[in-house]
C-alpha cells in the first residue's frame, strides 16, 4: 500500500504522479466562516446570503460560494 502525502507538504508539479493518494486537513465550515468570505470577496449572490431564498431554489439548504471550497482545499 502506497504512503499518502499530506498536503502540508511541499510540493511541486513534477511531484505529481497518476494515482497518488494525498491527505488534507479536514474543516467544519460554519455559518460565520461563509459570512466572513462574502463579506471578504464581496460574492453577495442571494443563494449564498439569504437561507430562505436557497432552501427555496437550490438544494434545500444555504450553498457555499465555489471560491471558498478551492481556498480551503
Same mark, same amino acid.
Not at 488534507?24 to 462574502?38: E, H, P, W
Given at each position: 500500500?502506497? @504512503? $499518502?502525502?499530506? *498536503?502540508?507538504?511541499? =510540493?511541486?508539479?513534477?511531484? *505529481?504522479? =497518476?494515482?497518488?493518494?494525498? &491527505?488534507? &486537513?479536514?474543516? *467544519?465550515?460554519?455559518?460565520?466562516? &461563509?459570512?466572513?468570505?462574502?463579506?471578504? @470577496?464581496?460574492l453577495n449572490n442571494a443563494i449564498f446570503v439569504?437561507? @430562505?431564498? #436557497?432552501?427555496?431554489?437550490?438544494l434545500g439548504w444555504r450553498l457555499i460560494p465555489? $471560491?471558498? @471550497?478551492?481556498?480551503? #482545499?
Amino acid at each position: 500500500m502506497k @504512503t $499518502p502525502t499530506y *498536503l502540508s507538504e511541499k =510540493l511541486f508539479y513534477g511531484d *505529481l504522479v =497518476l494515482g497518488k493518494s494525498f &491527505v488534507s &486537513v479536514s474543516k *467544519l465550515i460554519s455559518d460565520d466562516d &461563509v459570512t466572513k468570505f462574502i463579506e471578504i @470577496t464581496g460574492l453577495n449572490n442571494a443563494i449564498f446570503v439569504d437561507k @430562505t431564498f #436557497a432552501i427555496k431554489h437550490s438544494l434545500g439548504w444555504r450553498l457555499i460560494p465555489g $471560491p471558498m @471550497t478551492l481556498s480551503i #482545499a
